[in-house]
T-cell receptor, first 120, second 117 residues
Framework: AQTVTQSQPEMSVQEAETVTLSCTYD???????LFWYKQPPSRQMILVIR??????QNATENRFSVNFQKAAKSFSLKISDSQLGDAAMYFC?????????????????FGEGTQLTVNP | SAVISQKPSRDICQRGTSLTIQCQVD?????MFWYRQQPGQSLTLIAT?????????ESGFVIDKFPISRPNLTFSTLTVSNMSPEDSSIYLC??????????????FGSGTRLTVV
């Protein structure tokens, strides 16, 4: 079974600084997706960034980037120029879509989460 | 991407009663997923709801406690039955969908915060 591990229950960063959140996963699949979701106190799950396993290039979304190491099964999230609004719980997640023709796929498997605090 | 309307957003219920949570999607999707998030914890999949067939439950979750309906491709309900304080959690629905060149993604409802007293 696939598992996702986030070894940092809590992290803190100074405003405008850079922080990296760690995530490792275990799978025997070759084609899969990895995600980072942000959950602020409003509890809404917000997609931060997504990475397809067959793409070697690391995904980036503005101040957010990932370091995807497929062989090591590592998927860390780097937040640059941290802002107060980045404070939230961050979840790493994994899925294996069933097929590219289908409109839905398999469920997400989540890590335990990392609570990020941004200090002014 | 799909948009999900989830209701209610929160509720406070008496033990022994039941609560039904609804999720409406603005597009047709084959499967919907129901998650539970206990206080301070991660999301745990309760079941996968497929239109036209019975939901598939994960280990530790049973149909008598969490009956699910999926009458069509845009709607699903999750009922939390015979509630106890241990059922106090956030419940979220989700769908997965292809985003064309952007690949695959998931959309979540806004969650239902349930408190059982």
């Amino acid at each position: 079974a696939q598992t996702v591990t986030q070894s940092q229950p809590e992290m803190s960063v100074q405003e405008a600084e850079t922080v990296t959140l760690s995530c490792t996963y275990d799978t025997s699949e070759s084609d899969y997706y990895l995600f980072w979701y942000k959950q602020p106190p409003s509890r809404q799950m917000i997609l931060v960034i997504r990475q397809e396993a067959y793409k070697q290039q690391n995904a980036t979304e503005n101040r957010f980037s990932v370091n995807f190491q497929k062989a090591a099964k590592s998927f860390s999230l780097k937040i640059s120029d941290s802002q107060l609004g980045d404070a939230a719980m961050y979840f790493c997640a994994y899925s294996t879509p069933r097929g590219r023709r289908e409109t839905s796929g398999s469920r997400l498997t989540f890590g335990e989460g990392t609570q990020l605090t941004v200090n002014p | 991407s799909a948009v999900i309307s989830q209701k209610p957003s929160r509720d406070i219920c008496q033990r022994g009663t039941s609560l039904t949570i609804q999720c409406q999607v603005d597009s047709q999707v084959t499967m919907m997923f129901w998650y539970r998030q206990q206080p301070g914890q991660s999301l745990t999949l309760i079941a996968t709801a497929n239109q036209g067939s019975e939901a598939t439950y994960e280990s530790g979750f049973v149909i008598d406690k969490f009956p699910i309906s999926r009458p069509n491709l845009t709607f699903s309900t999750l009922t939390v039955s015979n509630m106890s304080p241990e059922d106090s959690s956030i419940y979220l629905c989700s769908v997965g969908h292809w985003l064309g060149r952007e690949g695959y993604g998931y959309t979540f409802g806004s969650g239902t915060r349930l408190t059982v007293v």
